[in-house]
């Protein structure tokens, strides 16, 4: 029978390879939730109920849509080039898939500390822009080409601006490594979005691009290019596209809560009497739970009753369990962390809902004279204000 | 574990290389290209140096390659595939490579071995606690600082020739 | 030292790089082009002046930037080579411009961006600095080349140049990293004290690689065959820009990489000597058959980079003096004829042949007769600068033991005097079948004549005001 002390080295060895394991086994079942979550809260903006039918309040429309897209046929269209088409969705999924790795969850929760943490993620994306351009390529048809050739365009475009954003913040911070930006936000007790707003505005409106989100989806313009690059695909092919551009959402609202929101920290992380935050986590998910009391009383079949009912009382359970000091230690990094990153993706959808889409011109237009000459500028004065401030305040 | 390393990227690069220069389609060439290059971001990351890697990466995947790639798809790739990628030579040149690499095989086999890291290189280990990005920004920020700042102009220079070439009036 | 200081090490460079970027920030806005090629001019004489000021007063000398680049009389040598060239071909380039219709600022801009990066090949003591340089230098040639972009041949030689330069650039980049691998750094001195324990084979293979790059960029045999399409493609202006200025950067490399760097590595001496023998015979049995003027005079000039190798090849102080001074007579006559050229050409270069050269004795002595004088330069004859070139070539090639070298060089001298007597015997013994009305040389071009053509006989009569200069260059080779 091994010691405690014995588990627990197990544990620290073994803690990046369960992580890595939890996200690639939860993700996809997490990202299908987000698609649920983007439908409500159009629905919502749109005073629709959205969907309704599988599992109460469509709480089960997520599986059943990727138990349908597993099972669909696997459709090859002849006269496609199928080597690269058949690689092509995989290289986004793998590439955002990889980028979790330096995500910090928690200061203690994390699959790998790099120093250049922050280049390794721009890396990864940048790399991903591939699998759009190969597949509309591959597809062998116009549409898809069509999409591919502007996404390639877009997305290098906005890549230089979203470069100048994280710059910004990684000159603040004076490290790339990610889980130090943090650390660093938390000694300066200040959250790098009021020292960097206009870096942040750069950033959000350059990922909303890099993510090919309306007002900037572009490459699969449904009105204009029927479902652009993705057009030939279907199946699980074209859902791992959804997978891969779900995934780089997150993970650029990953970075956004690392860089500018103190990422795993609460609100104000060194005032003392506002440690009452750190039970937010226990109090949303009891609040959360109760919600889902009330509701099943509301639901019409008994079925829905049960299943609302036995969700509820089973966040409740996980709630009270959070409110354990010994375990509040653990779940508040991640708990905020994903709450932030939370915030941020409906952030995403309030703008997709609310902004009519770009003409390409005026998409590149904004990318070249806007976004970049704000983003140098943005640069400049930074670098100016951190070198008057090496200079002229720490010498006192 | 590190040889093991070494000789699987350098296989790759070699094997990607090679494929890249014998695919009849432009694509495929492109794409053994971008697996050329990132066989040397992991040469690159095996010795250490993430953040060239890093930028490797960056520049040549994400920037350049996929600048090709959008060019290439552009072009009417149907008719490059009818014609024939080597000229009549190929035999000769195989010949002149084959020679040129058992001269390169044979000059390193007779060497007598690399040399002694110079001084200069000394202060790597005290170095290696300040990490990778500290170290590269020092030796481009302090040693290399012309290099660097006269690159600018080798761009600007590269940029107004492009526009010169290629604009309708300049 | 400051960075200030350091920087007023490269006066020239930072005053002409200015000076490029000013004239592109203004050219959207003026609307003569003129009046950028006078701002260009003047950046030019400013930093001629400049560096002049640096060298008599001892200021800013020596090493800058961690021994990267170095600001000695070799350095200033060179600069001002390039800047007398470059001001000259912009002075010529005013009338020529005008007439193809394509003068816009940006001509001007890419001389100065030349000339900063031929200055930097000049001073750097560093190969990452040399390859910097040496690609900025490049690069401007190579848009430079292809500015008549309406003309095909024009387009094709840019084309041609671009890609047999950058597959050169590489095998220079190739040379560089092995030299780098056997030796463990990039500065010249560091590697001349590191190859005796290092990789001797490495060694030879970086060397040797390198040689084939700096042999293409200075058009020896047998990288030459881009030569005569590119001087006969680009605008002549640029032709005459490009085959002294570039070509006399690439040698001040090729010198301060080979004498300060490499000189242990003593393996390539027959590669020297084979290339010299090849470039002047293949350079003057070309020539011998060209009845185009400017591919004739390409040809001549991988002849003449026969000769300086020939000096190089003695890898003495003499030898290299010879080098230097040899390149500053061949510059100043070799823009010179190709200006006379330049002004000959016609709309689109029409009248380029040497046939049009008939009669030109009679329709405009005086032109005629400055051609003459650079021809005969060019071949040597005495009174001219060429003559001691050719003088100190032979005799630091008979001095370092090299008789057959010196011989060789001789009969090549002999093989040019056909060719460039032809081209003579053609503007005063030969009638032209229909004259046409030769253009009247306008001020600048008047200039650039009074100019080169007082160079050519001061260097003839005074060379040693020049030659003790370039052996005080070649000394620090060493």
């Known amino acids: 029978m091994p010691s405690t002390a014995q588990i627990l080295d197990w544990l620290t060895i073994a803690k990046p390879y369960i992580i890595m394991g939890l996200v690639v086994a939860v993700w996809p079942l997490v990202s299908g939730y987000i698609v649920l979550m983007e439908r409500k809260v159009m629905a919502d903006m749109q005073v629709r109920l959205g969907p309704m039918r599988v599992g109460p309040h469509g709480l089960l429309q997520p599986i059943a849509d990727a138990l349908k897209l597993l099972i669909k046929e696997d459709i090859i269209p002849a006269r496609v080039d199928k080597w690269v088409f058949w690689f092509a969705p995989v290289i986004p999924v793998l590439t955002a898939l990889t980028a979790f790795a330096v995500l910090p969850f928690s200061q203690r929760y994390f699959v790998a500390e790099l120093n250049v943490g922050v280049i390794f993620i721009l890396a990864m994306t940048s790399i991903g822009v591939l699998g759009i351009m190969l597949g509309g390529w591959a597809s062998n048809s116009s549409y898809p080409l069509l999409g591919a050739l502007r996404s390639t365009a877009q997305l290098v475009s906005y890549e230089v601006a979203m470069g100048f954003a994280v710059v910004a913040a990684v000159m603040v911070a004076g490290s790339l490594d990610m889980v130090n930006i943090v650390k660093h936000q938390q000694a300066s007790g200040v959250w790098f979005i009021f020292y960097q707003p206009i870096g942040f505005f750069i950033y959000l409106v350059a990922a909303m691009a890099e993510t090919n989100r309306a007002p900037f989806d572009m490459p699969e313009a449904e009105s204009e290019l029927v479902a652009g690059f993705m057009t030939e695909y279907s199946g699980f092919r074209w859902a791992l596209y959804f997978l891969a551009e779900y995934s780089n959402i997150f993970v650029v609202c990953s970075i956004a809560t690392t860089l500018f929101f103190g990422g795993w920290l609460r609100p104000f992380p060194n005032v003392a009497w506002l440690n009452f935050l750190d039970w937010a986590p226990a109090v949303m998910l009891v609040g959360v739970g109760a919600g889902c009391l009330y509701l099943a009383g509301k639901q019409l079949s008994a079925a829905n009753k049960i299943g609302m009912g036995v969700l509820g009382a089973a966040i409740i359970a996980v709630g009270l369990a959070f409110g354990v000091p010994m375990v509040i230690d653990y779940v508040s990094g991640p708990f905020w962390f994903l709450f932030k990153v939370a915030v941020m993706i409906y952030m995403f959808m309030w703008a997709r809902f609310t902004f009519p889409r770009y003409r390409y011109d005026q998409l590149m237009q904004l990318g070249w004279k806007w976004m970049i000459p704000l983003g140098m500028a943005n640069l400049l004065v930074t670098g100016v204000l951190i070198l008057v401030k090496m200079q002229y305040w720490s010498a006192k | 574990m590190d040889q093991f390393f070494f000789y699987m990227f350098s296989a790759v690069i070699l094997v990607m290389a090679l494929l890249c220069v014998t695919a009849k389609n432009a694509v495929h060439s492109a794409i053994f290209l971008i697996g050329t290059l990132l066989g040397v971001a992991g040469l690159y990351l095996h010795l250490g140096a993430e953040f060239l890697a890093g930028v490797q990466v960056i520049l040549y995947v994400g920037g350049i390659m996929v600048l090709f790639l959008f060019v290439i798809m552009l072009v009417n790739i149907d008719q490059t595939l009818k014609e024939a990628i080597f000229s009549g030579q190929w035999k000769l040149g195989l010949i002149g490579v084959a020679l040129l690499g058992v001269e390169l095989v044979w000059f390193v086999a007779k060497g007598t071995g690399l040399p002694e890291k110079p001084e200069t290189h000394a202060a790597a280990p005290a170095a290696a606690q300040l990490g990778n990005v500290q170290q590269v920004g020092d030796v481009l920020f302090q040693s290399y600082l012309l290099p660097f700042e006269i690159a600018s102009i080798l761009l600007l220079v590269a940029m107004v020739g492009a526009v010169v070439m290629a604009k309708k009036r300049i | ?478």
């Open chain 3, 1 to 478: 030292m400051s960075y200030l200081d350091q920087t007023l090490h490269l006066f020239p460079e930072t005053v002409l790089a200015v000076a490029g970027t000013l004239i592109m920030v203004l050219s959207p806005t003026v609307k003569n082009a003129r009046w950028l090629g006078r701002i260009a001019l003047f950046a030019l004489v400013l930093a001629l002046f400049g560096s002049h000021v640096s060298y008599h007063h001892g200021e800013y000398m020596g090493s800058a930037f961690d021994g990267l680049v170095t600001n000695d009389a070799f350095a200033i040598l060179f600069r001002q080579l390039f800047i007398i060239v470059a001001a000259l071909a912009v002075l010529s380039s005013f009338d020529y411009l005008k007439r193809e219709g394509i003068e816009t600022g940006e001509y001007y801009a890419l001389i100065l961006f030349s000339v900063v990066g031929q200055g930097l090949m000049a001073c750097s003591t560093d190969l990452v600095m040399i390859f910097i340089g040496l690609e900025i230098s490049s690069i401007s040639t190579y848009i430079l080349t292809g500015y008549r972009r309406h003309d095909a041949r024009g387009i094709e030689a840019a084309l041609k140049y671009f890609l047999l330069g950058s597959f050169a650039t590489g095998f220079l980049l190739y040379g560089i990293a092995l030299v780098y691998g056997a030796t463990g750094s990039t500065n010249l001195a560091a590697i001349r004290a590191a190859i005796p324990q290092a990789n001797g084979p490495l060694v030879a293979m970086g060397a040797a690689l390198m040689f084939v790059g700096m042999a293409f960029k200075v058009s020896g045999a047998p990288f030459q065959v881009w030569t005569p399409d590119v001087y006969q493609g680009a605008p002549t202006p640029v032709t005459a820009f490009m085959s002294a200025a570039p070509k006399a950067a690439a040698f001040a490399m090729f010198l301060r990489v080979f004498l300060t760097g490499l000189t242990p590595a003593a393996g390539y001496f027959w590669l020297l000597w084979g290339c010299a023998v090849l470039s002047m015979f293949v350079g003057n049995l070309g020539a011998l058959m060209q009845s185009n003027i400017k591919r004739m005079l390409a040809y001549s000039s991988i002849a003449h980079a026969g000769y300086v190798l020939a000096a190089f090849t003695t890898r003495s102080a003499m030898g290299g003096a010879a080098a230097i001074f040899y390149l500053a007579v061949y510059s100043v006559t070799n823009v010179g004829a190709f200006l006379v050229v330049a002004h000959l050409a016609g709309k689109d270069e029409s009248t380029v042949a040497i046939s049009d050269y008939r009669g030109l004795g009679k329709r405009h002595p005086v032109l005629a007769a400055c051609f003459t004088i650079f021809l005969l330069s060019l071949l040597g004859v005495p009174l001219t600068g060429g003559f001691f070139g050719k003088f100190y070539i032979v005799t630091s090639a008979v001095a370092a033991g090299l008789p057959g070298l010196a011989i060789i060089t001789m009969i090549n001298s002999a093989i040019g005097a056909y060719y460039y007597l032809r081209v003579v015997v053609t503007m005063y013994m030969e009638d032209a079948e229909s004259p046409a009305a030769t253009p009247a040389v306008p001020a600048s071009g008047t200039l650039v004549l009074i100019f080169t053509v007082i160079g050519v006989f001061a260097l003839g009569v005074f060379p040693t005001m020049v030659l003790e200069w370039a052996s005080q260059a070649a000394d620090i080779l060493k």
